[in-house]
Structure formats: structure tokens, C-alpha cells
């Protein structure tokens, strides 16, 4: 029998072998065995033979120690103790270094041919650990399934810290003081994902009355860096970002200082997301569930219809000057953290009756703003003024209504009876309309854009799109009682211009 002859003999017994040969040192020989044979000059050496892979794994995981699980498609390492840091291991050599530490050990590992490599190993070994939906270094209440929460265990709760912590910040109403509360609670919320409303500070006085640090001071409770962004950003970065490791352990996000009207229909699909995926960088496709945190802060107080309803509006006074303010805050949070999360935990898990919801978010309503009432017990007139507010920051509703009645004056100028005729725009008279009732000022075919979204959304209804006819392509106003037909539609012109 040749050397060759007894290698494979022996690959044969391994693999009909169901229990791994492991030595007394389980970190030797993990992805081999080793047996002496007899060359034909009667030498007798040690050959290594390969062992079939999914014994290297078995193998492999009996030396984690159950120490190892993944988030999505990426894998970590569980810490000793509760709350202490979380290391992911991103490639083989991130694996193999944990894994000998674990042990104490060398990892003894064979490079011959036919042998499991080690980044094979690293990607099948991925496959079978533990799935966890993400990473929590803060409770939930209710806790959420399949998360793997990384915190020490809740002291007794602190009821007098946490009011400390409110009469902090500088709220323009006891209202607004109970919806700080409330931004607070709904960081530690376990409801639904994509049930949580986004929150949008403002404050009557501008800048300096503490908008932005209030955001930050959630982050600082929660023990997390907050992830800032713009609403001029590409979502698509945004999104990578919250993908990635330290993102995965990030539970606010903080759009700051944002100017102008904010319009973003991307930002308004992630608020009510039920997850977020797209691209983790280097790594192709990733998921989160969605429980975040979502801040705007605005400096003018004006939103598109979408996210204006997915909005819960805080308004911050400024608040007398103290050059120590935010330093002493962050010192207290520091000293009080777990006792001031455990009597937050506390109201979310005490019953309250059920309340009529007002909003879109029914879910947050009883989860979370019913559990204010120890702060504040009108929780009615929080639902009031937050659909108040709504309505306020809204701005197409009256944008519409500008536009519109930018279509009514033209008819009027025309001295056309729009109850007996349809009337006609060309596409450049309805453009100076837009541009003319929104201040816009863009050019005649993103104008034209806006005008067919809001007749599609059924905004303007008496106007729709005529792409025939005896004036061609452009607006029609038709009212209810009009007469369809060429020989009745008038054409509608620029008084002071009738040749276009």
C-alpha cells in the first residue's frame, strides 16, 4: 500500500466517523488528525489528514463556548458580563484571535491541501450560529423578540432622578414637558416596528433653546452615540450607516438644524418601515429592525403633508444662560442612567386604560403617551395639541389652496363661467401659476411635475391632465356641472398677453 493509498484510507474512517477525534487540547489539530505512516524505505513519518469539513465545524463550535452568535450576516462575540463591549468579528483572522483567547490557547490549524481553510470555516461557521434581528445595549419595554440585549440589570427605579432629568430642559408648555417624557419612553418602547412617530423640535425662539441637545441627551441616557444626518442626505447613506456595526448599536437618529421646507418621501417610507434594509458596507445586503428613534430639529417649522403626519412636535424656550448646563447634565446622566432607564421601564409597563387614538400611530398612543399621566393627566389635550400641531406645520394644505385659487383667478380674468365650461391651460399658463401661488420659481417642467402629482393625489379636483383636444396637451378645469366638448372649452390666457 502506497502513502497515497493510506491517506485516503484513513480520510474514509474519519469520515464514517460520527463523533470528532478531538484531543485533550481542543484547539489542536482542528481541521486534521495526524497519523504515522511507513514510507517504502520502511521510514516511519506523521502525515496530516484532512478532516471532512463539517467536523471542523462541529469542532469549531465546541470551542466557542456558545460565546459566539450573528446580527444578520454579521458575527460577534457575546461579552463575559452583561453591559460590558461587544466585539464583531468581521473576518477569519478577527475569529481565529477570539477563539484562541476563549481558550487560552494556539490555534493549531492546518494549511494542507485538501485541508477547510480558514475563511471557509469563517463563512460556514456563520451560517450556523445562533440569529439574533439586532443588537440592544438598552432594555425595551415590552422586550422585543430576537434581540440580543447587552446591559446590566435594572437597579431600582428613581422616580425623583427622572423628573430631575426633565426640569432640565425648557419646555414652552407643561404639555411640551410631557412629550419630552414621552420622546424619552418611546426610546425605550418594545412596541411594533415602524410604529414610532418621529419627533420634531422647534421652539419659538430660535436657535439656542436647546433643540439639538436635547436629542443628544437621549443618546447620553441610553448610553449610545446618536447618528446625525440631514434630510438633504442620500437616504441610501443613511442607511449604510445604520447598517453598520456601530450603527447597529445606535438607537437615535438626529436630522439637526434643518432650514426651509423638508420634504423628503424617502425619510417618510423609513419612519414607517418595518425594517430597514439596503446596503451594510463590504458586505452586501443587511437588515435592522426598525425601533428607532427618529429627530428632526427645526429652526422654521414647515413639512410636507407626509412627514407632517408622521410628526410629533416639541417646542423648546430658551432657557437662561448657564455655562455649565450641558457638562452638569451629562455628569448626572452618568451617575444615574440605569436607575433613571429603570423608572422609565417602570411607567411603560404600568396599566392604563385604553384611549381613543387620534393619530396614525394608535399603538405609540397606548404604549406610550397613556403611560405620561403620572407626569401629566391630560392626556387629551396632548392628542389635541399634537394633531394641532400637525395641521400647523403642514404647509401643502395651504399651498394647494393658493394653487388653486391661482387657477380660479385666471378663469375669473378670462370672464369664463367655469360651471358651463371647461377651461383650458396651457402647459406654460399653468406653470406661471404654480410658480406664481408657491413662490417656487422652477422651471416650467418640474412645475409641471408637481401640478400632475397633485392631480393624481386628487388634490386639486376640478383639474386634470388633457393631452387632446382642440388646444393639445395641457391643464383642463372641469367643475361638476360643466359641459364636456371641444366647441364649449374655452381657452384660459394671460389677460394682459392673449397671444399665448
Known sequence: ???????????????????????????????????????????????????????????????????????????????????????????????????????????????????????????????????????????????????????????????????????????????????????????????????????????????????????????????????????????????????????????????????????????????????????????????????LLWIITLNSPTLDSDLASRGVAVSLKRPDYAPDWRTEMLSMIDDKRWEIIAALIDLLSTKTETIDTATRWGSWENGVLAKVQHYHDDVGGLQDLIVERQRDFDDEADEVQLIRSGFIEAIEKNDVDPRIHPCFFKNSFAASIYNEATGARVRKNTALRELKNLIRAGSISELQENRRGAFGRGLLWVEDTAVGGDDLTKLIMWKENEDN
Not at 493549531?108 to 439586532?134: C, H, I, N, V
Request: proline share 5%.
Open 1 to 291: 500500500m502506497t502513502s497515497i493509498q493510506a491517506v485516503e484510507g484513513i480520510q474514509q474512517q474519519v469520515a464514517e466517523t460520527k463523533t470528532p477525534m478531538i484531543n485533550e487540547d481542543a484547539t489542536r489539530c482542528l481541521n486534521y488528525t495526524t497519523k504515522s505512516v511507513t514510507d517504502e524505505k520502511g521510514n516511519e513519518r506523521a502525515i496530516k489528514i484532512p478532516l471532512p469539513f463539517d467536523q471542523v465545524i462541529e469542532r469549531l463550535i465546541t470551542i466557542s463556548q456558545d460565546k459566539l452568535a450573528r446580527v444578520d450576516t454579521l458575527m460577534f462575540c457575546k461579552p463575559d458580563t452583561s453591559g460590558e463591549e461587544i466585539q464583531f468579528l468581521e473576518k477569519a483572522s478577527d475569529l481565529f484571535g477570539r477563539l484562541g483567547v476563549l481558550n487560552r490557547s494556539v490555534i493549531d490549524w492546518t494549511t494542507a491541501t485538501g485541508a477547510m481553510k480558514q475563511t471557509e470555516a469563517f463563512s460556514e461557521l456563520l451560517m450556523r450560529l445562533p440569529k439574533y434581528r439586532g443588537i440592544e445595549t438598552a432594555p425595551h419595554y415590552p422586550p422585543m423578540p430576537d434581540l440580543f440585549y447587552n446591559h446590566p440589570s435594572l437597579p431600582d427605579a428613581d422616580h425623583d432622578a427622572l423628573a430631575d432629568l426633565l426640569d432640565r430642559f425648557s419646555p414652552e408648555t407643561d404639555k411640551d414637558r410631557a412629550l419630552i417624557l414621552a420622546m424619552f419612553l418611546t426610546a425605550l418602547w418594545g412596541g411594533g416596528e415602524g410604529q414610532r412617530p418621529a419627533f420634531i423640535l422647534t421652539s419659538p425662539d430660535g436657535r439656542g433653546s436647546g433643540k439639538s441637545t436635547l436629542g443628544e441627551m437621549i443618546a447620553a441616557l441610553l448610553g449610545q452615540d446618536y447618528i446625525a444626518s440631514s434630510t438633504k442626505q442620500e437616504m441610501k447613506e443613511l442607511i449604510t450607516r445604520l447598517l453598520s456595526p456601530a450603527g447597529l448599536m445606535s438607537r437615535v437618529v438626529l436630522f439637526d438644524n434643518e432650514t426651509g421646507r423638508v420634504s423628503s418621501s424617502e425619510l417618510s417610507g423609513l419612519i414607517t418601515a418595518q425594517n430597514v434594509s439596503g446596503r451594510r458596507l463590504y458586505e452586501g445586503e443587511g437588515h435592522r429592525p426598525n425601533n
